[in-house]
């Protein structure tokens, strides 16, 4: 008999130990409050750093197409590109550092398919054009298909008055571009944290040095709302043509010292300013960080 009730006491046991736990918990549950989340016209700003306390604005870019070249091999800019995250208060240049998005992505690493891959094997242009299609398919996802990533190498800043008269810094970008391909393997960059390539876009005229020339980017159209607590941008253009490109590093691995020779020489590393060239075509949101916390 008492053999029987100490197996029901245990059976009974984790059942009321559980309910036990389980209430308390319930009632944690009910009193945390949900992650809030922007919403309505600010419901882009989601990973806008608004818990850092240095964020004063917004930023919610995308780069839809345009073209980065480095030396002698210029890759287009097929698949957008997202840059986001908080804004410091502008300076006295009215210069805004961008602030870490909340989730990690402040620039989407994004992979470019580079144009006729490892050895720049494009089709011939007498192929009619679903040749040349068939073609250049078949080489950008062979085992000679590279891809270029541009990735963010520093802290970006905005010149949101520059932006919009077209004179000046509108955007200042350090980035590295890794170079993904099996042969490579999956440290090749060019440029790196400690030496970034620095790319001051504009949305005016450049001034490079030769063989390159003038390019004139656009401010796009701007339209200002919410009592000018949130601003978009639509159709501008982001232009730099005077930057310089260093040597690559870590490109196929324990054979690095082989192989980054034979990758500078296919692109054409280093490349002096006035050899490359980078344009974003895209649009733009910022909004002041109150107004986006008062949206959730």
């Not at 004063?56 to 840059?83: D, H, R």
């Not at 299609?133 to 080489?139: A, I, R």
């Amino acid at each position: 008999m008492t053999s029987k009730r100490k197996d029901v006491t245990r059976r009974g046991a984790l059942p009321r130990l559980l309910a036990a736990v389980a209430a308390p918990l319930a009632l944690l549950a009910l009193a945390a409050p949900a992650l809030a989340t922007p919403t309505g016209e600010y419901a882009n700003f989601a990973n806008c750093p608004l818990s850092n306390p240095a964020t004063a604005g917004c930023l919610y870019a995308l780069s839809t197409s345009g073209e980065f070249k480095i030396g002698s091999t210029a890759v287009p800019l097929t698949k957008t590109v997202t840059l986001q995250g908080g804004l410091t208060a502008p300076n006295a240049e009215d210069v805004s550092e961008v602030l870490s998005a909340a989730n990690g992505k402040t620039l989407s690493k994004t992979p470019q398919t580079v144009p006729g891959g490892l050895f720049k094997i494009v089709a011939p242009s007498w192929l009619p054009g679903f040749l040349q299609t068939l073609f250049n398919e078949f080489v950008n996802k062979g085992l000679t298909g590279v891809t270029a990533t541009t990735e963010l190498a520093g802290t970006a800043r905005v010149g949101l008055l520059a932006s919009i008269t077209g004179t000046g810094t509108a955007l200042e970008l350090p980035v590295r571009v890794h170079l993904e391909n099996p042969f490579l393997g999956s440290s090749c960059y060019v440029g790196s944290s400690s030496h970034p390539i620095t790319v001051d876009f504009t949305t005016g005229t450049t001034s490079p040095p030769p063989p390159n020339e003038p390019i004139t980017g656009s401010p796009g159209s701007f339209e200002i709302l919410n009592e000018g607590n949130l601003i978009r941008v639509k159709n501008n253009s982001l232009v730099n043509n005077s930057f310089a490109a260093p040597t690559a590093e870590g490109c196929g691995g324990i054979f690095a010292f082989l192989i980054d020779p034979a990758v500078d020489a296919e692109i054409g590393l280093p490349s002096a300013a006035g050899h490359n060239t980078a344009i974003l075509n895209g649009s733009q949101e910022i909004a002041e960080a109150p107004a986006v916390r008062a949206s959730e």
